[in-house]
């Protein structure tokens, strides 16, 4: 399971290398510039490190590389995405110019910078994560359903576009891989946990919406009251568990002796682990591909 809830992105030539530890060489992300120059970055190493079942986790707040990663495996259909409706949609590359090099004698003062969209980027089939993002395979409500915060709420931004696809081949590990999302997306829709989460969700937005107060401070004083009790009912929430249990690896563990701090956090880190609805279903679902995957070898030895 890799999870890239809340993940802002990073090193592009990082995304490529974690890509290429779960694909055979190929095509993961293609970059245009402003002048119509089109590039496609590629893993060029043929090893695979992980060729078992994978997920993964996103959320609204999934961007830049994260979401070059997330698609590059939803394209080449070697994951299946479990979160929000789309993940962030930043599909631009920016570089800042030093005005100051350009204006070295200038008895203006410091001229600040520029920060110039100069790039965007392309999934493998040639859509663009600009705006649209990725959208997940298994629609699931968090706390950001009903907040306005993707870039597409954004001023003016960039429009989503594509180009032409790269050329590679899908994944042909799984062979139940339709029937594992429809599986999926039951177990989400009857998930009484989930249902409180969208509950939750819509009474946040609502709040941070409401722009009308009463002046009355009696009137005042019982809608607070009301709103306090009211939001108990969520307090539910944090009280979920799950029948997961998590350990540190090793290398880790030995760490522990000498970094109590470390511990600390990895204790809390498993805690909320077990309380986490979303890797729940990550984990069910990596079940559920693994059985697939157990058939087509059997399916194979039989032919063979």
């Given at each position: 399971v890799i999870d890239l809830r809340n993940n802002g992105g990073g090193s592009l030539a990082t995304v490529i290398d974690i890509a290429g530890l779960f694909i055979e060489e190929g095509p993961v992300v293609q970059v245009k510039s402003g002048t119509g120059e089109r590039e496609v970055l590629t893993d060029d190493d043929d090893d695979i490190l992980w060729d078992g079942p994978l997920v993964i986790l996103v959320n609204e707040l999934s961007a830049s590389a994260s979401e070059i990663l997330a698609a590059a495996m939803q394209d080449y259909k070697r994951a299946i995405i479990i979160g929000s409706k789309q993940t962030y949609g930043k599909g631009t590359v920016q570089n800042v110019i030093d005005l100051n090099r350009w204006m070295k004698n200038s008895d203006l003062g410091d001229m600040g910078a520029l920060k110039v969209t100069t790039q965007k980027f392309y999934?493998?089939?040639?859509?663009?994560?600009?705006?649209?993002?990725?959208?997940?395979?298994?629609?699931?409500?968090?706390?950001?359903?009903?907040?306005?915060?993707?870039?597409?709420?954004?001023?003016?931004?960039?429009?989503?576009?594509?180009?032409?696809?790269?050329?590679?081949?899908?994944?042909?590990?799984?062979?139940?891989?339709?029937?594992?999302?429809?599986?999926?997306?039951?177990?989400?829709?009857?998930?009484?946990?989930?249902?409180?989460?969208?509950?939750?969700?819509?009474?946040i937005s609502e709040q941070r919406n409401e722009d009308v107060y009463p002046l009355n401070y009696t009137t005042y004083a019982q809608q607070i009251k009301e709103n306090e009790e009211l939001a108990k009912?969520?307090?539910?929430?944090?009280?979920?568990?799950?029948?997961?249990?998590?350990?540190?690896?090793?290398?880790?563990?030995?760490?522990?002796?000498?970094?109590t701090t470390l511990q600390e956090k990895r204790t809390r880190w498993h805690e909320n682990l077990s309380k986490d609805v979303y890797v729940e279903e990550a984990v069910n679902v990596l079940e559920d591909l693994s059985e697939g995957v157990e058939r087509k070898s059997k399916l194979a030895n039989i032919k063979n």
């Open positions: 999934r493998v089939n040639g859509g663009s994560t600009q705006l649209e993002g990725v959208k997940s395979d298994v629609v699931v409500p968090d706390r950001y359903s009903y907040i306005d915060i993707g870039e597409k709420d954004m001023e003016n931004p960039l429009p989503w576009d594509q180009i032409e696809p790269a050329d590679y081949e899908e994944w042909d590990g799984y062979i139940d891989f339709d029937k594992t999302l429809a599986k999926s997306k039951k177990r989400m829709a009857e998930s009484k946990q989930l249902q409180l989460i969208d509950e939750s969700a819509k009474w009912r969520f307090d539910s929430i944090t009280d979920y568990k799950t029948d997961l249990s998590f350990v540190s690896l090793p290398y880790e563990q030995e760490m522990f002796k000498q970094d």
